[in-house]
């Protein structure tokens, strides 16, 4: 068997991989439930990809499972866990860098998303950040609630001198930009737990490979060994 020293560090990354499946299943639903900015910065499809890789890892848990309590000369099973591996490093990849492109154009992404929420949502924004509109000069000011009551008012914000005054752009932004940046970081932090994993079990594989390979040796000299 190999040392205790090296299952011992495979099973801490083995329960790292599971750990990060849940954390992205579980967040994936819970940023389901109303919240006015996490809806207002992750759409389904960021939610549905988050929930696919949390699946993906926590199938490759389960494979991880079947493949370790093989018998020590089966290696077959760990052979299989490392190619799943490496699916999921790509699930990773693809899902982290959509996630970090999208993050590099929120200004402009996000008019998208603002213009096409419904405006009891536009409204909840303009109150929650004292703003009116996304950019200014704009069309995209919703009247109503407690900031924006008026246009007399939204318009009153308007500075020559600073577009962004009083505008929604820049409060909003900076929420989605710290929001999406801890998204994609710690999606792609799953993939040093899958680098590691991955050599782990490179690791094993080998020492169990060289352990059979002693054996063999061992029965054909008649079990005397090597002294």
């Known amino acids: 068997m190999p040392s205790k020293q090296l299952m011992s560090f495979w099973a801490f990354l083995d329960l790292c991989l599971l ?54 000369h089966v290696t077959i099973g760990l052979v299989l866990l490392n190619w799943f591996l490496v699916l999921d490093a790509l699930v990773i990849l693809i899902v ?16 998208k998303v603002f213009q096409a929420a419904s405006p009891a949502t536009r409204i909840a924004l303009q109150d929650k950040y004292q703003c009116c509109g996304w950019f200014t000069p704009n069309d995209t000011v919703q009247i109503g609630g407690s900031f924006c009551a008026n246009t007399t008012f939204a318009n009153s914000l308007v500075n020559p001198n600073d577009t962004g005054a009083g505008r929604c752009v820049g409060p909003v932004t900076k929420f989605t930009d710290y929001t999406l940046n ?46």
């Open 182 to 227: 801890n998204i994609f970081s710690s999606i792609y932090g799953f993939m040093a737990i899958v680098i590691l994993l991955f050599l782990a079990t490179m690791c094993v594989i080998k020492r169990r490979q060289e352990e059979e390979r002693f054996k063999k040796i061992d029965a054909k000299r008649g079990g005397r060994g090597f002294v």
């Open 96 to 111: 982290g860098t959509i996630i970090w492109f999208y993050s590099t154009q929120q200004r402009a992404n996000y008019l």
């Open 19 to 72: 750990a990060a499946g849940v954390i992205s299943v579980v967040f994936s639903e819970l940023f389901r439930m109303p919240n006015l900015e996490i809806n207002f910065t992750l759409n389904n499809g960021f939610l549905l990809a988050g929930l696919i890789l949390g699946i993906v890892l926590l199938f490759t848990f389960a494979v991880s499972i079947g493949a370790i309590v093989q018998k020590n």
